[in-house]
């Protein structure tokens, strides 16, 4: 079993920062694939950035790349996403996810999941 915490959401204004962070538990947590996801409003969730257990891995999708860092800190067992050059169309729940491998991050009924933090930005 391992529980996620996320926190660091919030309103900002287009072009600021936020940086998210979610708590893990579990004596497994460092060889564990961590994501963070995010689902506005009437869409689908969608994945905005992965690592891998040792963060030598990650992904962004194309339209936070550039602008988001996804890291770790295996020592604290925090997973961090920091936020750069905020849109309002980032403007979602973001929530942090964590699975065995990668390909069991992307299925949503395997994977771990914590409870969402929400992000807004205004124009």
């Known amino acids: 079993q391992v529980q996620l915490v996320e926190s660091g959401g919030g309103l900002v204004q287009a072009g600021g920062s936020l940086r998210l962070s979610c708590a893990a538990s579990?004596?497994?947590?460092?060889?564990?694939?961590m994501g963070w996801f995010r689902q506005a409003p009437g869409k689908e969730r969608i994945v905005v950035a992965r690592?891998?257990?040792?963060?030598?891995?990650?992904y962004y999708a194309d339209s936070v790349k550039g602008r988001f860092t996804i890291s770790r800190d295996n020592a604290k067992n925090t997973v961090y996403l920091q936020m750069n050059s905020l849109k309002p169309e980032d403007t979602a729940v973001y929530y942090c996810?964590?699975?065995?491998?990668?390909?069991?991050?992307?299925?949503?009924?395997?994977?771990?999941w914590g409870q969402g933090t929400q992000v807004t930005v205004s124009s």
């Open positions: 996810a964590a699975a065995v491998n990668i390909a069991t991050l992307m299925d949503v009924g395997k994977a771990y």
């Open positions: 579990g004596r497994t947590f460092r060889t564990y694939a």
């Open positions: 690592i891998s257990w040792s963060g030598g891995a990650t």
